[in-house]
């Protein structure tokens, strides 16, 4: 998944920089996720680990994206409640709308909301799943082709129906 994310991104990347524009733009986040989840006939838990996140994206105007990301959880051991060893585990591909405020100097606030196809596993309990994503963060602008954010991400229903993963994530991207 990945693979074909990167894939796209260096060929949206390949166009825009022969079209001159900077309406395209791609990067990577890396930081924490928390996720709660309650499954029947298993161990109800908190689980906190590392994540980390690919994203893609084209500018449609000066205040709205549309993105592209593919995001990994962190492979977590637990013990569920008959006493075995278990993970917990989380991959998503999401599509989603980002609304961009600028404010005064090199800062933005970003808003985003869309879809998120997920495959994760708690306990024995796996499942694939169309899940709703929310998030707020904060840009700041280097120079006219470089950006840092800082983003906070909601996805209802990872994996599991009950499973909420919150992540907050930094990283680096880059407008072609």
């Not at 260096?10 to 791609?26: E, F, H, K, M, T």
């Not at 090199?106 to 909301?113: F, K």
């Amino acid at each position: 998944m990945r693979k074909n994310i990167l894939a796209l991104a260096l060929a949206c990347a390949a166009g825009a920089a022969s079209a001159g524009n900077l309406d395209i733009y791609a990067g990577t986040r890396l930081g924490m996720q928390h996720s709660d989840t309650a499954v029947t006939g298993a161990l109800s838990a908190e689980h906190k680990g590392a994540t980390s996140e690919l994203f893609v994206g084209r500018q449609v105007s000066p205040s709205l994206a549309v993105e592209v990301s593919a995001s990994d959880y962190a492979k977590l051991g637990l013990v569920d409640s008959t006493g075995r060893n278990t993970s917990n585990w989380g991959r998503s591909l999401a599509l989603e709308g980002v609304y961009k405020h600028n404010l005064q100097g090199p800062w933005a606030l970003t808003a985003r909301g869309g879809l998120a196809y997920t495959k994760g596993s708690f306990a024995r309990d796996k499942q694939d799943r169309l899940a709703p994503v929310l998030g707020l963060g904060v840009q700041y602008r280097l120079s006219p082709t470089t950006f840092l954010d800082l983003q906070w991400r909601h996805i209802h229903g990872m994996g599991v129906a009950s499973n909420q993963v919150d992540t907050v994530t930094a990283g680096v991207g880059f407008r072609f």
